[in-house]
C-alpha cells in the first residue's frame, strides 16, 4: 500500500452505467445527480433488466442517456455484465439503481483513473471524513493482501476496459454477491485505487434493499461459503489450515453485519436464520458472542445491538 499525493489530472471520459429494475424513482434522481457532474464526452447508460414500471420508457426520453431494454428479466449479474459489455470508454463506472453519485465523485474518479496510471480497479471506502478535506486516495499492488482486504461495494466501482478484457466479466454462478468475488479477482492482477475522500456513493439502506432480499434465500448461506473459498483461491495461500481460518474469519464476519443489518430492520426471522447459522462457527466466536448468538437464533432479538440501536436513537435526538 501507498498513499497517493494530491496532484493535478487530466480529463478521462468515463462510461456511467447504471444496472436498473423496477425503480423508476430513484433512477431519475441518481440520473439527475449523474448529468450534474458528467462532461461532454462521458457516456450514460441505463440497462433496464425488464421492469414493467416505466423505468426504460422514462430513460430513453433523457437526452444524453442511452436506454437499453431487456425484454425478459436476466438477473441481476447478468445486467452488471450488459452495462461491462455495452460501455464504449475505456473507464467504465457501475451505479446501483437505488444510490446517488455525492457531490465530486465524477471528478474523484476521473483522478483516481489517472494516478493508476494504467488498467486498473478504481473502489471506494469512505473514510468519514469532511468534504472540505480534499481529495485522497490508497494504491495497492496486486497481492494476496489486496485480494483478502478488496472493498466489495459495487456501485461506484470503475474499471479500466482492459482489466475486463483479461480478467473477464461478473461470474453467473454467485447470483447474490458476484462483485465479492469479481474485484478480489481483479486485484490479484491488477493495481487496485480506493478513493476514501470525497464520498463517491450516497447509499439508500432500505427493507426492500435487494441484498437484504438475498438473505433470506434458502441457499444463500452455502453460496457465500463457497465465494469465500473462490477468494481465497485467487491468493497464492496453500496451507490447508491456514485456508480454512481464513474462510470461517470471513464468514463471522459477514454474518454478524448481516446480524446487524437484520436487527436494525426489525426482520425477527432473518435474524433468527443468520443467528442459527451462526452454529457452524462456534469455535470463532467469544462467549459473549455465544450467548448473543444463541439468543438470536432462538427469539429473533439480539439484545445488544437493540441496546446499541436504541443508545444512537437518544444520542442522536
Known amino acids: 500500500m501507498r498513499a497517493v499525493a494530491e496532484q493535478s489530472t487530466e480529463a478521462i471520459p468515463l462510461s456511467i452505467a447504471i444496472p436498473a429494475y423496477n425503480r423508476r424513482g430513484s433512477v431519475e434522481v441518481l440520473l439527475n445527480s449523474i448529468c450534474e457532474q458528467a462532461g461532454p464526452d462521458d457516456e450514460v447508460i441505463v440497462s433496464d433488466d425488464g421492469s414493467t414500471d416505466g423505468t426504460a420508457e422514462y430513460c430513453a426520453g433523457i437526452p444524453g442517456v442511452r436506454a437499453i431494454r431487456h425484454d425478459k ?9 450488459t452495462c461491462l459489455k455495452s460501455a464504449t470508454r475505456d473507464w467504465i463506472c457501475l451505479v446501483h439503481d437505488d444510490d446517488r453519485l455525492g457531490p465530486g ?36 499492488s496486486p497481492s494476496s493482501w489486496a485480494v483478502l482486504n478488496c472493498p466489495t461495494i459495487p456501485s461506484g466501482g470503475t474499471v479500466h476496459r482492459t482489466v475486463i478484457d483479461q480478467v473477464g466479466l461478473f461470474d453467473t454462478r454467485f447470483k447474490y454477491s458476484a462483485d465479492m468475488e469479481y474485484f478480489p479477482r481483479i486485484v490479484a492482477r491488477f493495481p487496485l485505487v480506493v478513493i476514501e475522500n470525497p464520498q463517491i456513493v450516497e447509499y439508500r439502506i432500505h427493507g426492500a434493499n435487494y441484498q437484504l432480499q438475498t438473505w433470506r434465500e434458502p441457499d444463500f448461506y452455502d453460496q457465500l461459503e463457497a465465494l469465500h473459498r473462490t477468494i481465497i483461491s485467487h491468493t497464492d495461500i496453500q496451507q490447508d489450515e491456514l485456508i480454512r481460518n481464513i474462510l470461517e474469519q470471513r464468514m463471522v464476519g459477514d454474518l454478524f453485519h448481516m446480524l446487524k443489518m437484520a436487527d436494525l430492520f426489525g426482520d425477527r426471522a432473518l435474524v433468527r436464520q443468520v443467528g442459527k447459522y451462526f452454529q457452524r462457527f462456534r469455535c470463532h466466536l467469544s462467549a459473549r458472542q455465544k450467548v448473543q448468538t444463541y439468543i438470536a437464533a432462538r427469539t429473533g432479538v439480539c439484545p445488544h445491538l437493540q441496546r446499541v440501536k436504541r443508545a444512537d436513537a437518544v444520542f442522536n435526538r
Not at 428479466?73 to 445486467?79: E, F, R, T
Not at 469532511?130 to 490508497?138: E, I, N, P, V, W
Open 105 to 140: 465523485a465524477v471528478a474523484s474518479l476521473r483522478r483516481a483513473c489517472a494516478l493508476a496510471a494504467g488498467p486498473a480497479l478504481i473502489l471506494h471506502k469512505y473514510a468519514g471524513t469532511r468534504s472540505g478535506d480534499g481529495f485522497r486516495c490508497h494504491y495497492y
Open 73 to 81: 428479466n436476466q438477473g441481476m449479474v447478468a445486467n452488471w455484465n
